[in-house]
């Protein structure tokens, strides 16, 4: 990476190496390890059955999927390939990435889906202030989650 | 300090405004809509301002190949030598407030031509002798890729010039109303003044129509509560 040296990230990530940049003499650049995730959950706005997504473009879902060893999807809905550019908008991240994918309208509330609902911020004023302790946490995980 | 930012944009230019910024954003639509018609406006999370289709990757690896012209930066503890702290205040290992981490600060504050600090709160815990952890160096050694750095800081109470020479902040301009001292009360280092150090000019009249309603409704796309609470009386 250019740039970058000189922060004390070199002292607080120590799998962050500066080195001579090999193709410019006299100039040093930043090396970062790749992120390797185990598996992606990622919700996509529309899908197809052979796990083609239509993702938001303005997020880095098709790059998290591309990283990771298994990536499961959910979508707001599963449509035929030949429904999915016209689906919303997005960019598609071929079903080759993609090792299982799950119909969930609504998957991604409270945050949101670009162009089908907007972000729940009371609901996640909510969960905030439930996080606060274990109690009031309790009560918010049986009503959300497991009622 | 939309006005201040404002004033810092130049026509023709590249101009990116990242994440949690509706300050920025409304400074540099400002521009755009007075003196900067043909600057190129990137405004991370609005529908009419987002140039790329390859999230954020595409972004960084703009930034990366030099192509922002003037992006902006801000931080939980900011330094008299132009240091930026988002990691932890106290030790990062057992921090007394954990902040939301760099995100790429790093890299943003060294290769866009120039860049402008900003933060709404001017407080001596903020603006710090020296920040806990360094995310983004205002000054570097010769041998670092660094065709960039820091231009400006912009605060609700002035205004500072980065002198590369003196690797320091200096107070370019105080905004109208508010005196040395007070200034020097909210600031938790020793504060040295440009020579040409003067009052900021205050915001005028055309700036304030354009600001309540083209900008107002520009921003609100993003940045919908600030839209509502921030311009004053609604016109």
């Known amino acids: 990476m250019a740039g970058h040296v000189g922060s004390d990230y070199e002292r607080l990530r120590p799998d962050f190496r500066v080195i001579p940049n090999p193709y410019a003499p006299g100039e040093r650049v930043l090396l970062v390890p790749p992120i390797r995730p185990d598996l992606a959950l990622i919700h996509a706005i529309a899908a ?60 991604a509330r409270p945050t949101f889906v670009r162009g089908v609902y907007p972000v729940d911020a009371d609901a996640i004023r909510e969960y905030v202030a439930a996080a606060r302790d274990d109690a009031s946490f309790k009560a918010w995980l049986d009503r959300f989650v497991y009622g | 300090m939309a ?154 109470l002035c205004v500072f010039r980065f002198d590369p020479g003196r690797r320091a902040l200096v107070v370019e301009s105080v905004h109208p109303g508010v005196t040395r001292e007070a200034l020097q009360a909210r600031t938790g280092f020793a504060l040295d003044y440009d020579p040409a150090a003067g009052t900021t000019p205050a915001p005028t009249a055309e700036e304030l129509g354009v600001l309540r309603t083209r900008v107002r409704e520009a921003v609100a796309r993003t940045y919908p509560r600030f839209a509502a609470a921030a311009f004053g009386a609604q016109r």
């Open chain 2, 3 to 156: 006005c201040a930012i404002a004033r810092e944009v130049r026509d023709g230019e590249t101009v990116a405004v990242g994440t949690l910024a509706p300050v920025p954003a409304s400074g540099v639509l400002l521009a755009h809509f007075t003196h900067a018609p043909r600057a190129t406006v990137v405004i991370l999370n609005h529908p009419d301002y987002w140039p790329f289709r390859g999230g954020s990757r595409e972004f960084y690896d703009f930034a990366q190949r030099g192509r922002f012209d003037l992006f902006f930066l801000s931080g939980g503890q900011l330094d008299r030598h132009g240091n930026l702290n988002l990691i932890a205040v106290g030790d990062p290992a057992r921090p007394s407030v954990r902040l939301p981490g760099g995100a790429g600060a790093a890299m943003l504050y060294y290769l866009p031509r120039r860049v402008i600090v900003f933060r709404t709160e001017h407080s001596p815990r903020i603006f710090v002798e020296r920040v806990d952890v360094v995310t983004s160096p205002g000054s570097t050694p010769p041998d670092v890729v660094r065709p960039g750095g820091p231009w400006k800081t912009v605060t609700p």
């Open chain 1, 48 to 107: 197809t059955a052979d796990g083609t997504l239509l993702l938001d473009h303005m997020e880095d879902d098709a790059l998290l999927a591309q990283a990771s060893r298994v990536v499961v999807a959910s979508a707001e809905r599963v449509v035929t390939p030949a429904e999915l550019p016209a689906a919303g908008e997005g960019v598609v991240l071929q079903g080759i990435h993609v090792t299982a994918v799950a119909e969930a309208p609504g998957g």
